[in-house]
């Protein structure tokens, strides 16, 4: 089993910058792509951002040119980077695990992973 385990979440204002975290616990040893979801209220999940062991990079259309996904491998850690907040990127930040090769575009499904946080809220006020 692992455990993903998210940090960084908080209120920030609109154009402002902030980092989240995620660290991977447990049974690490098979983790192939690691990524991001979000979920506002009264929306669907939405895929965000996913990297795999290789360090190839996809992303949501939403978040293209001010999120960046990045990853640690020796520290099983995952971050996202995000620039040039809007008030619409406002949700709970899920980090999800998978461990299957394939290409990054299908793991914009959240069918692909096998082990997700349990998230951490961003706020963007206006």
């Known amino acids: 089993q692992v455990q993903p385990v998210e940090s960084g979440g908080g209120v920030v204002q609109a154009g402002d910058s902030l980092r989240l975290s995620c660290a991977a616990l447990?049974?690490?040893?098979?983790?192939?792509?690691m990524g991001w979801f979000r979920r506002a209220p009264g929306k669907e999940r939405e895929f965000v951002a996913t990297i795999d062991w290789s360090g190839g990079t996809y992303y949501g259309d939403s978040v293209k040119g001010r999120f960046t996904i990045s990853r640690e491998n020796r520290e099983n850690q995952v971050y996202l980077q995000m620039n040039s907040l809007k008030p619409e990127d406002s949700a709970v930040y899920y980090c999800?695990?998978?461990?299957?090769?394939?290409?990054?575009?299908?793991?914009?499904?959240?069918?692909?992973?096998?082990?997700w946080g349990r998230g951490t809220q961003v706020a963007v006020s206006s």
């Open positions: 999800a695990i998978g461990r299957r090769p394939d290409r990054l575009d299908r793991y914009a499904r959240p069918g692909e992973y096998d082990y």
């Open positions: 447990g049974h690490t040893s098979s983790m192939y792509a």
